[in-house]
């Protein structure tokens, strides 16, 4: 495979997916939270929605800076 | 397989409804593949690129991608429903089921696939056998592959109408033609790509389930308490002390066929010879790569009961009504098939939901992506280009390689229609497809461990292991009563009637290669050069310390293999 040094790393595109995925659950859950409108689910007081958005934030964060597309390197 | 139960999911309300923030989170997820499928096109641009993603893969993605293909969601909602009616027995199917046969390919017979630079495992056949076992096993393999790519598709689609309403059409045409244009496009880099996607969806989008529901439990021993409380008399937190009879738990088998027959027949069969898997590792950039790729593979294997097994016992635990087998479900019950969802529609709001959900669908597509990848490079290099175009150039069998994916779909969205018409070819095929692959093993195991194994002995034995595997469903089939002489009991369930079925074939595919090869002609040695144990030189690895190294790495999984079944004993 020619992997050029213009080849964006896989990791980086999983690092966005996580970014945008992590903006949205973490918005609606917010959005729940702030809303005093809690959702039917069991043990909707803990607001999983928005740790976990939260944490998949942080994580897709440090994969898309970690592996931002670079032109002195092929991945 | 539980897994192919789920076909059965009877129409009736759907267990959960999506907002809009579920919905953008799954259109996201349909745009990326795309967008990564016509990405990658520029990088497939030779037959060596196109199948064999150039053999560049690292470790990480090679493994990720290893794992994922087995990862898919017809399994993961099969096995957590048989969770449901077996308890924990069923994390066998990840550990002794597994573990030992990862490690095994990766440490033993990855080398003789890598060295022989082979495009597929019936391509070692055809260099270790010749023709005639390449022909029986490439032939087998594509119809069955694309069979099951159909099957799993029109799954998808029934638990998507049972799940969100959704339209049957809609499901397999849109999930399909997607699955068509990245794989067309890219080839197998394409699909590995997807497949490590998946794997990070699929792990964050069902470790909700778990964590939550082990906070509602109170924990492990609280989860126990509330099982026991709910099965009074049943033992569904045990994997080895309830097996030493058949009746002594809930699948009806004893510990001599989770070993022999689940933990060696059919287990060795699928991880060591399927190619479905085997091809991601093959990817591999280096040797040192795919056995440390395979290595991490079998680690995360080792973790998928988090995703699985957990959430059964947890619906066992939590769930305020019974589930029923899917033959028994009415209007306003649940079926076993149906925990994984409605474990997910339990804990996970808006936003989290369609996470799931996307997890779910990216697992069926990527399953599908994997078939039609496998199936057009054994098209290509197994049937198509020793049987029907010996000499063309790269460029007419990557065409080839394009349009055969393109094909591959077409045919398995005509499967599904023709399963919608037809339910019960999802038993043949299923019966077929499981007990191909194990008589496989004996013959590729043979071929790479016994220099004397002939060619002849390579291609009757696997024809004989696969006949008497078919021979002996026909038997059940046709009479019942079969059942006692299989599986050793009358009690066994339909799970350890197959690891019984399995064990037996192993044992007349051997068989029947042994006593041939004594009365048949051995292959010249210097022909068997990169392609057996004793005379082929294994390339050394190179000098890496011994935290790079794969046997570091399979010691330690195999360590933590042991602890587990010692925990849950």
């Not at chain 2, 085997?278 to 395979?294: F, W």
């Not at chain 2, 045919?411 to 095929?429: D, E």
Request: aromatic content about 14%; glycine content about 10%.
């Amino acid at each position: 495979m020619h992997i050029d040094k213009h080849f964006i790393s896989i990791w980086f595109f999983i690092g966005s997916l996580l970014v945008v995925y992590g903006v949205l659950i973490l918005g609606a859950g917010v959005y729940e939270w702030a809303a005093h409108s809690p959702t039917e689910v069991v043990l909707a007081n803990l607001h999983v929605d928005v740790w976990w958005g939260a944490g998949m934030l942080v994580f897709g964060l440090i994969y898309v800076i970690r592996f931002w597309p670079r032109s002195d390197a092929a991945k | 397989m539980p897994a192919m139960a789920l076909w059965f999911a009877a129409a009736g309300a759907r267990l959960m409804s999506l907002k809009p923030v579920d919905l953008l989170i799954i259109v996201i997820y349909f745009v990326l593949v795309l967008g990564l499928g016509l990405y990658l096109r520029r990088y497939a641009s030779t037959s060596e690129e196109f199948f064999m993603a150039g053999r560049q893969m690292t470790a990480w993605i090679a493994g990720l991608s290893f794992i994922s293909a087995n990862l898919g969601s017809l399994e993961m909602m099969g096995y957590a429903a048989a969770t449901y009616q077996y308890g924990i027995l069923v994390a066998h199917a990840y550990w002794i089921a597994a573990i030992p046969a990862i490690l095994f390919l990766a440490l033993v017979m990855l080398p003789f696939y890598y060295i022989c630079q082979t495009h597929s495992v019936p391509g070692y056949l055809h260099l270790r056998y010749g023709e005639g076992a390449r022909s029986v096993s490439a032939i087998s393999f594509a119809v069955m592959t694309i069979l099951m790519s159909g099957i799993n598709m029109f799954s998808m689609a029934i638990i998507m109408k049972v799940i969100l309403g959704w339209n049957i059409h809609f499901s397999i045409w849109v999930s399909s033609l997607t699955v068509a244009v990245y794989v067309m496009a890219g080839g197998l880099l394409s699909a590995i790509f997807n497949e490590v996607l998946q794997f990070f969806l699929i792990w964050i989008g069902c470790l909700v389930i778990p964590i939550v529901g082990l906070i509602e439990t109170g924990g492990w021993d609280g989860m126990v308490q509330r099982i026991q409380q709910n099965f009074p008399g049943q033992d569904f937190i045990h994997m080895w002390s309830t097996t030493g009879s058949f009746a002594g738990n809930p699948m009806g088998v004893h510990w001599t066929g989770i070993v022999f027959g689940w933990g060696l027949a059919i287990s060795f069969g699928y991880w060591t010879t399927d190619f479905l898997v085997v091809q991601r590792v093959m990817a591999a950039k280096d040797l040192r790569s795919a056995k440390l790729g395979t290595v991490i593979g079998a680690f995360f294997k080792m973790l998928v009961p988090l995703i699985v097994i957990l959430p059964g016992l947890l619906g066992l635990a939590v769930l305020p009504f019974k589930l029923v087998p899917e033959s028994m479900a009415g209007p306003g019950m649940h079926s076993y098939n149906e925990v994984l969802p409605l474990m997910l529609a339990r804990y996970c709001g808006p936003g989290l939901l369609g996470l799931g959900i996307t997890a779910l669908v990216a697992g069926f597509m990527s399953g599908m992506a994997g078939n039609v990848s496998a199936f057009a490079t054994v098209w290509t290099y197994d049937i198509y280009k020793p049987l029907i175009r010996k000499q063309a150039s790269d460029a007419h069998y990557l065409s080839m390689g394009r349009w055969c994916s393109l094909l591959g779909v077409f045919v398995s969205i005509g499967t599904a229609y023709l399963v919608m018409n037809f339910s019960s070819i999802i038993v043949y095929a299923q019966a077929v497809f499981v007990f191909f692959i194990v008589p496989m093993f004996g013959t590729v195991i043979l071929g790479m461990l016994w220099k004397r194994t002939t060619p002849a002995a390579g291609f009757w034995g696997l024809l004989i292991g696969i006949l008497v595997s078919l021979g002996l469903w026909l038997w059940v089939k046709l009479d019942p009563g079969a059942l006692k002489y299989i599986a050793f009991s009358d009690q066994a369930k339909d799970m350890a009637e197959n690891i019984y079925r399995a064990m037996w074939s192993l044992i007349a595919n051997v068989v029947a290669t042994v006593v041939i090869t004594l009365f048949t002609k051995p292959k010249p040695a210097h022909e068997l050069k990169g392609l057996v144990y004793g005379m082929t030189e294994i390339p050394a690895e190179g000098h890496f310390p011994f935290f790079k190294r794969p046997i570091t790495w399979a010691i330690a999984v195999a360590v933590g293999f042991v602890i587990l079944n010692l925990i849950f004993w």
